[in-house]
C-alpha cells in the first residue's frame, strides 16, 4: 500500500529529476528489477523476500548455488512472480557486467541495488592472514564500491532507481577485536551518505542500513560466537530487519537504523568521547578464547 508520506517522498527525491531520453529509451518494453548480493541468507535474504512481496522482480546473487535455490523458493513465496538466482562472486572485477547480462537475458533492467553481501573477521589484528584481510577489504569495500559506481551511473540518466547500502552499527565506532571489519563499515556509512547528498533530488533513493547484531550464521562464520555483544545487546532477526530496511528506503530515508534501542546506540555513539567507547566497545567485542570444555553429548 502507497502511503501518503511515500508519495511525499517521492516527490522529495524527484525535486530536480531530469531523465535523459536516451536513457529511457534503452529501458522501454524491459521490467526493473531489484538485484540483492548476499541475497541467499540472513540479511540479504531476508530483504530479498520483502521486496518480492511489495512486488519488486529479485534478482539474488550470492556464490553457493543450494543456498540461491532454496532463497529462489522463498523469495517466490514471498512475492507472486518467478525469482532469479545468479552464482556470482561479487569481487569479480566483471561482477557489474555480470549482473547486467543476467537481467538483460530475462528483459530486466536494474531499478534497485541491495549491496548485503558481506564478510567479518574476529581476533587481533595481528592474528588475521593478509589473505583474510584482503577478502573482506574485496568484499565489504571494493566490491560494494565498484556495483555502487555501476548502478549509480545507469540510474542517475534514468532518474530513477534504488540503492541500499547494508553497513552496521558498528560504522559509528572503532571496534577493537574486529577492527578491519567496524572500519569497513564506516566506510560504507560514510560512502552511502556523501552519494546520497551528492546525488540529491535527482530520482535515486540512495540509503544506508546500520543494523546491530542479526540472528544470522555471520558471527559463528567470523568466529564471534563467543564475544560477550551478543549476549549483552539486543539481537533482531534479519525478518525485523529487512521490513525496517525496505519502509526506511519507500520513505527516502538515508540512514535506517533498525529496532528500538539502535537509533539510541547510535546517537549516543556520534555523542560520547572516543575514550570512552574505544575499551567499552573493545570488552564487547573481545572473543572468548579460552579453551571451551567440551559438553556431554
Ligand atoms: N548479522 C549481523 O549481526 C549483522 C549486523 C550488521 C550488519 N551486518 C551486515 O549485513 C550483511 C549481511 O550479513 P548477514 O548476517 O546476512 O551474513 P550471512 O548470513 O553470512 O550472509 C552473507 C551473504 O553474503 C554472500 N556472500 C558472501 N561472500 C560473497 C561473495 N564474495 N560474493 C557474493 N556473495 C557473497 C553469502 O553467500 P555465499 O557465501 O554463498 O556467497 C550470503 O548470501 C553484511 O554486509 C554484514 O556486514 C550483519
Request: net charge positive; hydrophobic share 45%; charged share 20%.
Amino acid at each position: 500500500m502507497i502511503t501518503t508520506f511515500e508519495h511525499l517522498a517521492d516527490a522529495w527525491v524527484r525535486r530536480r529529476a531530469a531523465p535523459e531520453p536516451e536513457a529511457l529509451r534503452a529501458i522501454q518494453g524491459l521490467e526493473p528489477a531489484a538485484v540483492v548480493t548476499g541475497g541467499s541468507r540472513g540479511i540479504g535474504r531476508a530483504i530479498a523476500e520483502e521486496l518480492a512481496r511489495h512486488g519488486h522482480r529479485v534478482l539474488i546473487v550470492a556464490r553457493r548455488p543450494g543456498d540461491l535455490e532454496t532463497a529462489r523458493q522463498a523469495v517466490e513465496r514471498a512475492g507472486t512472480g518467478p525469482a532469479l538466482i545468479l552464482s556470482l562472486d561479487v569481487t569479480e572485477p566483471t561482477a557489474g557486467a555480470c549482473i547486467e547480462e543476467a537481467l538483460a537475458s530475462e528483459r530486466l533492467y536494474l531499478d534497485t541495488l541491495v549491496n548485503s553481501a558481506g564478510i567479518g573477521l574476529s581476533g587481533r589484528f595481528t592474528g588475521q592472514t593478509t589473505a583474510d584481510l584482503d577478502r573482506l577489504v574485496a568484499l565489504d569495500v571494493t566490491a560494494l564500491t565498484r556495483l555502487t559506481h555501476h548502478a549509480l551511473k545507469s540510474m542517475l540518466p534514468r532518474a530513477r532507481g534504488n540503492i541500499l547500502n547494508v553497513a552496521s552499527l558498528g560504522a559509528y565506532m572503532p571496534g577493537p577485536y574486529q577492527a578491519a571489519y567496524y572500519a569497513s563499515k564506516s566506510y560504507v556509512l560514510s560512502l552511502t551518505e556523501a552519494l546520497a547528498e551528492e546525488t540529491a533530488g535527482r530520482g535515486v533513493r540512495i540509503a544506508v542500513l546500520a543494523p546491530g547484531p542479526v540472528a544470522t550464521g555471520f558471527h559463528r562464520d567470523m568466529g564471534a560466537d563467543t564475544a560477550i555483544y551478543l549476549r549483552a545487546l539486543p539481537v533482531m532477526s534479519p525478518e525485523r530487519v529487512a521490513r525496517s530496511a525496505v519502509r526506511g528506503l519507500r520513505l527516502a530515508r538515508r540512514v535506517i537504523v533498525p529496532g528500538l534501542a539502535g537509533p539510541f546506540i547510535a546517537y549516543a555513539l556520534r555523542v560520547l568521547p572516543r575514550p570512552v567507547i574505544r575499551p567499552l566497545v573493545g570488552g564487547l567485542l573481545q572473543p572468548d578464547d579460552r579453551p571451551q570444555t567440551p559438553r556431554a553429548r
